[in-house]
């Protein structure tokens, strides 16, 4: 089965600090995306990455950036949060051979102060 | 513009009825076209996939749709049960070699027993 891990699933931070969200999935997945998922407005795509140290804005990029060192994990960076980035983030992996199936990962709940 | 509308108002239904749920989009072209079923505080779990060239696809109890000429897909639970009762999401894939999903905001089912 595959696995999409992420660091945490809830996390209360203070505006203006730099907030880490990881994801690690098992299955050697070329693709990870990003997500934030906000009442009424669905899935937004944050960044995703086709492959190591590549990485390319998704709809919404605007506030976070992205590392991408190794095959396995994806990082999430906010910078310097503020309220408006309290949402449930949501990582995703997705074979590049098929493309298709995304498997996600159980949500990272962040509330900034 | 681009949009992907999905029925906002939750589904209400007595068990063991058929659930249908639609997915409709506007200036959107795309290669094929997923559902996903979404627990509370969960991530997306992938349910089907129908390409744009399959009108109808099933799994199970799970029956999927899909017209590129009305722009709409049409998901249908038959013999529905309390355990259905989620979020359903559908998400359009505009290329086949990206994995790049744009998805709905998705409808919430209630199966009462």
């Known amino acids: 089965d595959v696995k999409v891990t992420q660091s945490s699933r809830y996390l209360v931070k203070r505006t203006g600090e730099k907030v880490f969200l990881e994801c690690v999935q098992d299955?050697?997945?070329?693709?990870m995306f990003w997500y934030r998922q906000d009442p009424g407005l669905g899935l937004r795509l944050i960044y995703f990455?086709?492959?190591?140290?590549?990485?390319e804005k998704g709809d919404i990029p605007e506030g976070y950036s992205v590392s991408r060192e190794k095959k396995e994990r994806f990082s999430l960076i906010l910078e310097s949060a503020s309220t408006n980035q309290t949402s449930m983030y949501l990582c995703?992996?997705?074979?590049?051979?098929?493309?298709?199936?995304?498997?996600f990962g159980p949500g990272t709940r962040l509330l900034v102060l | 513009s681009q949009k992907i509308e999905q029925n906002s108002e939750a589904l209400n239904i007595q068990e063991g009825k058929t659930a249908t749920l639609t997915c409709n989009y506007t200036?959107?072209?795309?290669?094929?076209l997923q559902w996903y079923r979404q627990d509370p505080g969960r991530g997306p779990v992938f349910l089907l996939l129908?390409?744009?060239?399959?009108k109808e696809k099933r799994k199970e109890r799970l029956k999927v749709t899909f017209d590129t000429t009305l722009k709409q897909s049409l998901f249908h639970i038959t013999a529905s049960q309390p355990a259905d009762s989620a979020t359903y999401l559908c998400?359009?894939?505009?290329?086949?070699?990206?994995?790049?999903?744009?998805f709905g905001q998705g409808t919430t089912l209630q199966v009462k027993p």
């Open positions: 995703a992996s997705s074979s590049g051979v098929t493309h298709e199936t995304q498997y």
């Open positions: 299955m050697d997945h070329e693709n």
């Open positions: 990455s086709y492959d190591v140290k590549m990485k």
């Open positions: 200036n959107y072209s795309p290669a094929y």
């Open positions: 129908i390409r744009e060239n399959e």
């Open positions: 998400a359009l894939a505009l290329s086949s070699n990206t994995g790049k999903l744009i």
